[in-house]
């Protein structure tokens, strides 16, 4: 029987057979132990490599090494899936700035981790990476957030590469995902292209990951464990010996603090020309858009160009200003935006009267996209839809943005909510969206984004006037580090519901005194604590069993290493 680490089998348990993975082989029969009774599927799920890969995520995420290699299988049992790919040359018209990048990839070798700003479409970049890699006769791994920017990339690929491309997402049938796993593990060269949950696919001599916007959000699961595509790849890229390359218009802090090389695609600008409208002169009871907002669109529907109007997205919490004196609500304490409740949903000091003027009312800055579609549409008539419409001017959200397609105008309505939302990583968030935002107007003149706020001398709308985060970027490094806050620290959010008593005496007993425990907070049934240290390797290998342990009493836990909110 041909066994292998990473083969499926079948093993007798409790009077049933059962399908188990294969971690260790050993040549020497140990007392006690059951023969397996046979071997499923074509294919190992996991190398030696790949199984390093899996144990260290477990680690990192507190997570059973069983939760996490069903995310290296295919949902059906393997199928050879070897296919005969053609030979690929490299294209001669490979960009000079990443000209560097495709010589070690055409070589066989392992270019150093990079990542490269740009904006627009990402085939262009991708294109000489990849047949870089094919000409060596190595595979490529593209990870994208959503379904319809993997479906639009496979399609571009496709159509210069063919039968070299296959693509899948989490809500591809089990039959159509297995067939692309199986080519994917057999065939050298093949270039995979999908969501999130192919980060932890074998390839077969694999020679690059691309993944785009690592800092969006569905690059991290939401679910235990909440694994994160762009760390697992950088892990994966070190002990698999492949290049990784990172695209985006804004690099997260986690690359710029690493060993990660950056490269501009293009000289100039990231994004294209941007305004900021300055709103503090408008009476605090003013119109949704400013007077210089409302004549733009009009006049870039006058000329028949397509206009997106982007509204925050659902869950950031809502700024507010003073009817009184016009300025923006912010926390005496943590100068963030304290919502609407009596303590600040920050640093939880009390909520005070406006700390510019004392005045006690307050109004909500920016509505959600259904009234600025109302608002619009007294103007426009139909010419103004929600997202996906097909109306000349569009009103969206954060996930309307891939499906935007090329505008001659972007508008953002309200930049200062997002800027005061009540966690650290609000300005890094910001910038990305905003950049994203912009990222979507063709570049020529009169083309533009416009930001409206009541911040204009904010930093991160400093960055967007400039076209680039690299300054940014840096100021936030210096501040992290400070504050010993990630990438350059170590955080943990651990979530029980109906938590015993005893969980907090256990758990501040497992982290000791050079670990920092804050909490319990209380939200409903649920209590929540946040872990904080320069590095909690050693707390996570001793709270894996101790979470188990919990579980196993019927208890629900969620542990969320690396929270993107705290």
Not at 184 to 207: F, M, N, Q, R, Y
Not at 337 to 354: F, I, K
Not at 404 to 416: C, F, M, Q
Not at 418 to 424: A, I, K
Request: aromatic content about 4%; charged content about 25%.
């Amino acid at each position: 029987m041909d066994v292998q680490v990473g083969s499926i089998v079948r093993v007798p348990l409790g009077g049933r057979r059962v399908r188990g993975w294969v971690t260790a082989v050993r040549s020497e029969a140990r007392e006690g132990l059951k023969e397996i009774i046979g071997v499923s599927g074509a294919h190992p799920v996991f190398t030696d490599e790949l199984l390093q890969t899996l144990r260290w995520a477990a680690v990192h995420y507190v997570s059973p090494l069983a939760a996490l290699i069903p995310k290296a299988a295919p949902p059906n049992l393997p199928k050879r899936g070897a296919l005969e790919l053609p030979e690929l040359e490299v294209p001669v018209d490979v960009p000079d700035s990443i000209r560097g990048i495709a010589g070690h990839l055409a070589g066989g070798g392992r270019p150093p981790a990079t990542f490269i700003a740009g904006s627009g479409s990402w085939a262009r970049v991708i294109e000489p990476l990849v047949a870089a890699a094919a000409a060596s006769g190595r595979g490529s791994l593209i990870v994208v957030p959503t379904a319809h920017e993997c479906a639009d990339l496979a399609a571009e690929l496709g159509a210069v590469f063919e039968k070299r491309v296959v693509s899948t997402t989490s809500s591809a049938p089990a039959a159509e995902r297995t067939k692309a796993w199986s080519q994917a593990k057999g065939s050298a060269g093949t270039i995979v292209v999908g969501t999130p949950e192919i980060a932890l696919w074998p390839i077969a001599d694999p020679g690059l990951a691309i993944v785009i916007e690592a800092g969006r959000r569905a690059m991290k699961s939401r679910q235990t464990p909440t694994v994160h595509v762009r760390e697992l790849l950088r892990r994966r890229s070190v002990v698999e010996r492949f290049g990784l390359v990172l695209l985006g218009q804004v690099p997260t802090l986690e690359t710029a603090s690493g060993s990660v090389s950056m490269i501009d695609f293009s000289p100039g600008r990231v994004w294209p020309l941007v305004e900021v409208i300055d709103r503090n002169a408008e009476p605090p009871s003013g119109s949704l858009l400013a007077e210089a907002t409302r004549a733009a669109i009009a006049g870039a529907v006058r000329r028949g160009e397509p206009v997106f109007v982007f509204v925050s997205r659902r869950g950031y919490s809502p700024a507010a200003r003073c009817t009184s004196c016009g300025e923006l609500r912010r926390c005496a304490q943590c100068g963030s935006s304290p919502g609407q409740g009596a303590t600040c949903e920050r640093c939880g000091a009390a909520n005070v009267p406006c700390i510019h003027c004392g005045g006690a009312s307050f109004a909500p800055v920016g509505a959600a996209a259904g009234r600025v579609l109302e608002d619009l549409r007294r103007t426009f008539g139909d010419g103004a839809g929600p997202a996906g419409s097909g109306a000349i001017l569009q009103v969206g959200t954060e996930r309307d943005i891939p499906n935007s397609g090329t505008v001659g105008l972007s508008v953002v309505i309200d930049a200062d909510s997002m800027l005061l939302r009540p966690h650290y990583r609000a300005e890094e968030d910001t910038l990305r969206i905003l950049a994203r935002v912009a990222a979507t107007v063709r570049r020529g003149r009169g083309h533009r984004c416009v930001v409206q706020t009541r911040m204009p001398d904010h930093r991160v709308l400093a960055a967007m006037r400039h076209g680039s985060g690299t300054e940014a970027v840096s100021d936030w490094q210096v501040e992290r580090d400070a504050e010993q806050l990630p990438p350059f620290g170590e955080l943990l959010a651990l979530e029980i519901t109906e938590a015993p008593p005893s969980i907090d005496e256990e758990l501040r007993e497992l982290a000791g005194d050079d670990i920092a425990v804050f909490g319990p907070g209380e939200s409903g049934d649920r209590s929540r604590w946040l872990v904080q240290a320069p590095d909690l390797r050693q707390l996570k290998i001793r709270l894996r069993p101790k979470v188990q342990n919990w579980r196993d009493k019927k208890i629900k836990v969620r542990v969320d290493a690396d929270p993107l909110d705290v």
